[in-house]
């Protein structure tokens, strides 16, 4: 527990007093038969589901399933298009333009970085170390009075490891400010999600994305864990329907097939455990990084020239070679049975040739 955690004074002073926006859909609870407040069209809308009304603004149903499958509190819960608006939300609520800072450790997600140029947020880098773990005593060092938030990506994005959870909780019970876990690729890992320390840690945020394992990436839903006080810090000033209703139904519906689900990531990380061990047969391959996600970070010869092999053939990777600590290295995503027979027979013809 951080005690001298202290959420109100975090809190930019306009958003501790500013009145948020409120929805027409907002001033009642319950259900009604005639509903004339938000001067929608009451006719309908030119398609086969009728779309005329506004959603709800907060997805009560959205949220209540995904608290009895994530076994988090539905208020403690954060709905946002992609995790990237609640990275965004955070900044402008915490932060403020042109004094506050963050810490993030790269290799890393890089919508941190840009958020908070977006933001007018400085950013303070403090490398992982050779191992991709955090380096604590350099994030220690990088900490001042305005330092506001630390973001650590676990598993993380580009390496596809799992960050030392007692590391994490060092910052959590030793930093003043908001700890950030990004567990957008929880679904592929061993370790469990930190949304069980929610009530234990009051400076913890956790995303969490239905883009990955849930196979929805293109609906863009993210998700925030924290503190049903951080919680309202973000119901206050997001836009008011953040989350389509089409959104809110395709998800409700993917919701009822927890079993699906369960079986691809099954397939999935045996496919990357399969991927691995026949990529570090490959005498050009110099390493290939143990992943808890649904991709491999590769370390070979001549990276340009196979990502660019690769192309020509069809096959689109991610070139990681000039990201530091990365040097050397292509992301792979773990595709398909047939889709990763295909790689592997494609970089076997490049090397072969």
């Known amino acids: 527990m951080n005690e001298s955690f202290s959420l109100n004074s975090l809190l930019r002073d306009n958003i501790r007093n500013l009145v948020p926006y409120s929805s027409a859909r907002d001033e009642f609870k319950g259900e ?3 509903l004339l407040d938000a001067n929608e069209n009451a006719f309908g809308s030119p398609h086969s589901e009728n779309y005329n009304r506004y959603p709800d603004p907060l997805q009560h149903r959205v949220k209540q399933k995904l608290a009895h499958i994530k076994g988090v509190p539905a208020a403690n819960i954060f709905l946002g298009n992609g995790s990237d608006e609640a990275i965004d939300l955070l900044y402008r609520a915490f932060c403020r333009p042109g004094l506050d800072n963050v810490i993030v450790v790269p290799p890393t997600y ?4 840009v958020s908070a140029n977006i933001n007018d947020v400085t950013l303070r880098k403090v490398n992982l170390t050779p191992e991709y773990q955090l380096d604590l005593d350099g994030i220690a060092n990088a900490i001042d009075k305005y330092t506001k938030m630390i973001f650590v990506c676990s598993p993380n994005n580009p390496t596809g490891n799992s960050i030392n959870r007692q590391d994490i909780e060092t910052l959590l019970v030793n930093f003043k400010g908001l700890v950030v876990v990004d567990e957008a690729y929880i679904n592929y890992a061993k370790q469990p999600s930190f949304t069980k320390e929610l009530a234990e840690f009051p400076n913890l945020v956790v995303l969490q994305t239905l883009s990955k394992a849930w196979g929805l990436a293109a609906l863009r839903m993210g998700m925030a864990f924290a503190s049903q006080d951080i919680i309202a810090v973000f119901n206050k000033i997001k836009p008011p329907y953040n989350i389509n209703q089409a959104t809110q139904n395709i998800v409700l519906e993917a919701l009822e097939n927890v079993e699906q689900v369960n079986e691809w990531i099954k397939l999935i990380v045996a496919e990357r455990e399969k991927l691995s ?9 110099y390493h290939v990084t143990p992943s808890d996600a649904n991709f491999i970070l590769v370390k070979l010869e001549e990276p340009r020239l196979l990502y660019n092999f690769l192309v020509s053939k069809g096959i689109i990777v991610r070139d990681r070679s000039k990201v530091e600590l990365c040097e050397g290295c292509l992301r792979l995503t773990v595709g398909t049975p047939e889709e990763n027979i295909t790689l592997l027979e494609t970089i076997y013809s490049y090397y072969n040739a």
């Open 277 to 285: 061990q026949a990529l570090m047969q490959i005498e050009q391959v």
């Open 32 to 34: 009604a038969s005639v």
């Open 110 to 113: 890089g919508m941190y970085e």
